[in-house]
């Protein structure tokens, strides 16, 4: 048999999903500075720690197409760690 949820309980449950969904930052990551050139050093530093041997080389492709889009998309470079990041300067 199915229980019902009282109108209490379901005001309860709203009124915490809009507390939690208020804050304007929730989604917002700071990437930093938002320059071509620095999101490379920042790829650069980060493979040469965290990725493969010779994953360095894989930025260099993105950074390429970020200077043409102005978008730096590293998702199909680095799937498992990559990221899309829209209104870079190309510099």
Same mark, same amino acid.
């Given at each position: ?12 449950? =709203?009124?915490?999903? =809009? ?5 304007? +930052? ?11 050139? +620095? ?6 530093? *980060? ?5 493969? !041997? %010779? ?7 993105? !950074? +390429? ?12 470079? !680095?799937? *498992? %760690? ?10």
């Amino acid at each position: 048999m199915r229980e019902l949820i009282s109108p209490m309980k379901m005001l309860g449950i =709203l009124g915490a999903l =809009l507390v939690s969904c208020s804050s304007a +930052d929730a989604a917002r990551l700071d990437i930093g500075s938002r320059t071509c050139s +620095d999101q490379l050093d920042r790829c650069f530093a *980060y493979r040469h720690l965290h990725g493969p !041997f %010779g994953s360095e080389g894989l930025c260099v492709r993105v !950074f +390429d197409a970020c200077m043409k889009s102005g978008v730096w998309d590293a998702r199909s470079t !680095f799937p *498992y %760690g990559g990221a899309r990041v829209t209104g870079m300067v190309r510099r």
